[in-house]
């Protein structure tokens, strides 16, 4: 049974939110994981339950946060029941050694060097990724481009999909190979921020991270009552401060869009206190579950 | 039943189109407008027919043009029978009261100014959106980025879907849900510009401004024969005059690629007589009716 | 029945690759083809067999390739039982004429001048095109950029869908209006280069010319294990040699996203020995056949 809307924004009020901030960097050149793989089942709303694999027993795994030039070791433990792996697409590497499927009681040292700014995915390559993805082994790392504008508030979400099999199940591959999803979260759950918004204060200057996990979906990210005055995808600025490309006058952007295992950010400035929904604008996704609030304060 | 092309392309063969020509820009800073709800019952073709609600009767709703630091007023009158709402990508504002869902009888004043170029979307913001927007109620705000360079006609398209549920009643919801529609439209109806060919005659430059309103489906805009030499998305150019971002020579594009709730514009010229279709080139969504044809006479 | 991923690489195994390199440019400035027109079985795997309509007896269609400037002349010659016809997105003009279908038996000549750079797909234009697109009529036209950097390889990857209906029959054309394929192929057989995998040494410079002819499928291009330094997408970069738009210091991307009927490059160095695969980062689609692998080889 696929729960509805409403069911699913009940199951997330009475759940712990996901954390959204991106947490400030420090000076650390060098920076080391361990990512112990787990499987658990989850309950997604009353009744409805999921197997769920996990980096650390969240999904989104641990969110990576460095700087060009960084170096990340990362231990990846394998405390599940079958093969797992792990792909950094933060990293330059061939995968053969380091993204192999390591089998339960294994481990693996998988190290790289951040050479280049994004917002890159990480996901469990054992076949078949589809439900690995699904079934919640992924997560983003941020490297950030160098001159970022200041801003006073950052968060990070990352949209997946999930293909609801037998209860207690995994993914249904039927569902999953025709791409229909019974629920698209931001960073793992439906409709988590709107039971516990995300927040700002009137006059903040508030940028998004974003990465689409999929397997399959694409995201049109948009923040109703704002506009991007800036937007960063994959490596470039398509509109900066309210200059766009080759555009004369002041100009923005309504969403910003990614295709599965794609990142950018956005920025937005708030100047009046209310409720600012996050969503898909693919509105039958943010329907299933791609849809928060971020909550304005007085300043 | 779902009416197979040949049945939509006889329905708009003997319906008035929607305009598509993007009237002059006159001189007012303030626009004023007042949009009425209305519900009532289309024919979609002979013997199938689906609710429509509308902002002024018709869908797309009232093409708004202006340009940066314009203000638009708009008094919205709910005459529907259901709450309604419209929420207007082109301000920057709280989402709180200006677009809060209005009772039959009621009605709001929607104020804001337009801060940024852009090809913005417009729709009716009530739960479930992807029913309000499939029934029809969107549109689009055109405002204009400085220092446009010229041209000799220009258009606009709206791309939308039609999920037909029981004859003469609303979208189908679980259809929308797939995301699997039985029509899709430029600016309403499938096929009209095939029955009534947009017109340009050759050595004209012309520019297509293109909104995705959805709910769902991605758009690749494409002008059979042509070539795009200038292609604005999204508040940036990508190529302009043939001249690509960092790109040596002479470049274009094909397409114009928007997720839902994107816009932007395109410029051609037209060297030849003849019929130009236009697509989109999601040969399967061109086929269920976006799909039109731009006729250049002899100059 | 619809093949398994197990039974398509097995089958892939024993099938001819199709060539993925990119010839040199020679210096003619008029290129003449003969574009012969077939319909043919084709088995897809052990005891499943399509329809393939192709130009020249495969699918995709021959590579052409020249520069900005460049003559184009075409001969089709229609040796199939129905009407077919080709429209190259790479030439501008109007479709009347040098579009139109052909019947069986007769020929007609084809001639464009390439005035802009591009990746530009050309395909069967006559009704319904989702049919002889998924059918296999579909191919590339590269048209060089001015100014591109060396590099050491050059790949051309054309990704389309397939949609089996009854064994030996055409696409499923229900399956094709629902967009949801059963097999999705790079250069039109899924997995073949997994098992030929395309190679490259050490520290050698690839570039992959990339062009999604759909019929409807997006394409989310990802190199496991590489990050593209350089992405050149409908007429403009991106990112060229790790400096992207607006963006101070070295960044990069992870996937080169294109929807139905857009084409781009992408480019990227290898440090190190392995197996790259190469993906539809949608990775159903992936799992459906798009997906190869680049063999890096040592120096
Ligand atoms: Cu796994
Ligand atoms: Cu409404
Ligand atoms: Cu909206
Ligand atoms: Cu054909
Ligand atoms: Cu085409
Ligand atoms: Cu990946
Ligand atoms: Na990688
Ligand atoms: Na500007
Ligand atoms: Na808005
Ligand atoms: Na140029
Ligand atoms: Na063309
Ligand atoms: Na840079
Ligand atoms: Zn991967
Ligand atoms: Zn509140
Ligand atoms: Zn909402
Ligand atoms: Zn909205
Ligand atoms: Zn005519
Ligand atoms: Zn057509
Ligand atoms: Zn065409
Ligand atoms: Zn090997
Ligand atoms: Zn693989």
């Known amino acids: 049974p696929v729960p509805s809307a409403a069911e699913l924004q009940a199951a997330a009020a009475s759940a712990t939110p996901h954390p959204a901030e991106l947490p400030p960097l420090d000076d650390a050149t060098v920076r080391r994981y361990t990512f112990t793989v787990t499987e658990a089942v989850q309950e997604v709303a009353p009744g409805v339950t999921r197997v769920v694999w996990t980096y650390n027993g969240s999904s989104p795994g641990p969110l990576l946060h460095g700087r060009v030039g960084d170096t990340f070791e990362i231990t990846l433990v394998n405390e599940g029941t079958m093969g797992h792996s792990i792909d950094f697409h933060a990293g330059e590497l061939a995968p053969d050694e380091p993204m192999r499927t390591i089998e339960p009681g294994a481990r693996l040292q998988y190290t790289f060097t951040a050479d280049r700014a994004g917002v890159w995915m990480y996901h469990c390559s054992t076949m078949p990724m589809s439900q690995h993805i699904a079934n919640g082994m992924f997560g983003a790392v941020v490297i950030e481009p160098a001159n970022l504008d200041p801003v006073d508030?950052?968060?990070?979400?990352?949209?997946?999909?999930?293909?609801?099999?037998?209860?207690?199940?995994?993914?249904?591959?039927?569902?999953?190979?025709?791409?229909?999803?019974?629920?698209?979260?931001?960073?793992?759950?439906?409709?988590?921020?709107?039971?516990?918004?995300?927040?700002?204060?009137?006059?903040?200057?508030?940028?998004?991270?974003?990465?689409?996990a999929g397997p399959n979906a694409a995201l049109s990210f948009h923040v109703v009552g704002g506009q991007f005055d800036t937007v960063w995808t994959e490596g470039a600025y398509s509109v900066r401060g309210g200059t766009g490309a080759g555009t004369a006058g002041t100009t923005g952007a309504q969403t910003l869009p990614l295709l599965a295992a794609q990142g950018g950010f956005v920025e937005l400035a708030l100047r009046e206190a209310g409720h600012y929904p996050f969503v898909n604008h693919q509105m039958s996704l943010a329907e299933k579950g791609a849809h928060g609030v971020l909550l304005v304060e007085p300043a």
Chains 1, 2, 3 share one sequence.
């Open 153 to 212: 508030r950052q968060f990070v979400l990352v949209q997946s999909e999930q293909y609801l099999g037998a209860d207690g199940g995994p993914t249904d591959a039927t569902k999953a190979a025709a791409a229909i999803p019974d629920i698209v979260t931001f960073n793992g759950r439906a409709f988590q921020y709107d039971a516990h918004p995300l927040t700002a204060a009137v006059g903040d200057r508030v940028r998004f991270w974003v990465l689409d």
